[in-house]
């Protein structure tokens, strides 16, 4: 089972979405930015690391949420979601074809890649709380 992080970034009541580019698996689907875990490293610092690389940001963590298991085809993966918020930087594409900013009423909208869409269908109660609370105070 390959342990693999995603962040669910916030920025005032928003979600970042990001467009996984072509010939990469599962290519132009949408997605949480993040990635593998590193043998012995702590799922925190793999996901600090992973948003650092694909988007050149510092990230805060504030909230884990319920892990994902999700088999593809050629590979089982546990998927650990984060919710977080970025501390430095902007947002600079290094590994993502597309980014957008998704607000609660669309987070069904994309085409997201099948491990994402779990995160999104078991967290939902949780997202929009999170989401809402932002709202009342950015």
Known sequence: MIRVTCAIIIRKNKILATKRTH????????????????PGESLENCIIREIHEELDVHIKIIQALTAVIHHYPEKSITLFPFI????????????????RWLGSNELFLPEWAAADL??????????NTFLRKKKANP
Request: charged letters at 25%; a negative charge.
């Open 23 to 38: 010939g990469d698996h599962p290519e132009g689907l949408w997605e949480f930015p993040g990635g593998k875990a590193e």
């Open 84 to 99: 977080c918020r970025i501390v430095a930087g902007n947002i600079h594409l290094t590994e993502h074809a597309d980014s």
């Open 118 to 127: 779990q995160v999104v269908k078991n967290n939902i109660d949780s997202l």
